[in-house]
């Protein structure tokens, strides 16, 4: 099993298409949508957490691309300036994964990166902006 994080960017004309179906149903791909900017008539973004074989995932890609989908694989997650840090725990608040939290016996922030899935809730409500959201495809810092 393979799990990668992809962004897909719809044309308007896929808008009443049932892509996100077609790809659990006929690739056996396990998704898990992370974020979604999706509106009638209008182009559409998706972020989401895709497993399944390397094969499967493969013809996945294939078909998107045929479909006239963009499709790209990312890494993303978010940076922590532990110098501009105040250790104030607005983030871990907002923090669904826990990725962020605060060490019980110094109040310090501690940052997870392997449990982050990007959702860029800690970016916002950082008040010294700490925390910033990036985005990487094939090395190459896409956002951030």
Known sequence: MQKIKAFLR??????????????VKEYNLMINILR????????????????GSEQDIAKAIDFTAHEGIEFRILKSGITLDE?????CGAC???CPSGALTL??????????PEKCFACELCVKSC???AIAAVMHLNGTVLAG
């Open 36 to 51: 979604a900017e999706v509106a009638a008539n209008k182009a559409g973004e998706l972020i989401m957490d895709i497993e």
């Open 103 to 112: 060490r019980r016996d110094d109040w310090s922030l501690v940052f997870a």
């Open 83 to 87: 110098e501009r840090c105040v250790h």
């Open 10 to 23: 719809f044309p308007q004309e896929h808008f009443s298409k049932p892509i996100t179906y077609r790809l």
């Open 127 to 129: 008040p010294v902006r």
């Open 92 to 94: 871990t608040s907002v």
